[in-house]
């Protein structure tokens, strides 16, 4: 294991989730870390709460107030970023989300430009104004987090596993064009995670949402964060290229066990 004290980590999507359990975890190793969200209030609550817990003095956060999916606010948050955080080591692309849950002819052609645009592009923006200066630097470490939906579409699925499949293979793809770079490229790809992913996907309906981990044991967002945690700790040489998790009541993104 590598010690990633004082490395400079971004996280997309902080303000929630998955975000905000890589947030927790990694301020307990002493990087200092870039939140990013639209949801300010949100981050400077979570950025309270680890002030709370961690020695005020120990922890280096810097929130930025950013919508991966406006390309020029994405180019300018990073050429802009103050000197002593400008040299990020570690990018997390988490910021993401489903939007609708509908046969593809019967689809909301709004929720598919949204899903589009955060999914792939904004994660496509981030990597393109962040991994020139990794490559400069000759250090860092991109992770991308996918899903088990990109990896199998489900019915109504359609361009959510579609964005999903979009970040498996444009993670592939920087993984082979940062060959002969010390940088790593990750993709973690979880099964089902509570968050309020499906309260997102069902534009606000928390009783439809619920329904999607009935009778089942999901994810926490901490057990993925302890999965990204373990492949950004690993020796340099060594790439944690994919890796799919799963709950034990998941076997695919189809075949869920549900107590009654
Ligand atoms: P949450 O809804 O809890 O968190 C999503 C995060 O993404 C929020 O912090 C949100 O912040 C941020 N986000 C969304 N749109 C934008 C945007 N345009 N610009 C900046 N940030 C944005 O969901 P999860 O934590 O579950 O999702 C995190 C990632 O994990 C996503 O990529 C998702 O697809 C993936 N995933 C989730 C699974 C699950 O079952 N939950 C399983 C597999 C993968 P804000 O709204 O403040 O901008
Ligand atoms: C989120 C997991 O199976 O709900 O990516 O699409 S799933």
């Known amino acids: ?13 902080a303000s929630s989730g998955i975000g905000a359990a890589c947030a927790k975890i990694l301020a307990l190793t002493g990087a200092k870390l870039i939140l990013a969200a639209r949801r300010q209030e949100r981050l400077q609550q979570l950025a309270a709460e680890l002030v709370e817990t961690f020695d005020e003095k120990s922890l280096q956060i810097h929130l930025l107030e950013l919508d991966v999916r406006d390309r020029s606010a994405v180019e300018s ?15 997390i692309n988490n910021a993401g989300l489903s939007r609708g849950l509908d046969k593809l002819h019967e689809g909301d052609t709004q ?19 962040v991994v020139p200066g990794m490559v400069k630097r000759d250090r860092g470490h991109v992770v991308n987090i996918g899903s088990i939906a990109g990896h199998q579409t489900y019915p109504k699925g359609n361009v959510y596993c579609g964005t999903k499949a979009a970040v498996k293979a444009i993670s592939e793809g920087l993984k082979q064009d940062l060959l002969g770079t010390p940088i790593r490229v990750t993709s973690v790809d979880p099964g089902m995670v509570e968050t309020e992913f ?3 996907r069902f534009h606000g309906d928390g009783d439809r949402a619920k329904l999607v981990y009935q009778g089942v044991t999901p994810l926490t967002p901490e057990d993925v964060a302890d999965v990204i945690f373990f492949c950004v700790t690993r020796p340099t040489h060594v790439n944690i290229n994919e890796v799919i998790l799963m709950p034990v009541d998941q076997a695919s993104a189809t075949i869920v066990y549900r107590r009654t």
């Open 1 to 13: 294991m590598i010690s990633i004290q004082n490395q400079i980590v971004l996280i997309t999507g």
């Open 77 to 91: 948050a990073i050429s802009n970023l103050p000197p002593e955080w400008s040299d990020i080591d570690i990018l």
């Open 111 to 129: 929720d598919w430009e949204e899903m589009i645009d955060t999914n792939i592009k904004g994660l496509l923006y981030l990597t393109r104004y």
């Open 198 to 200: 499906s309260q997102v």
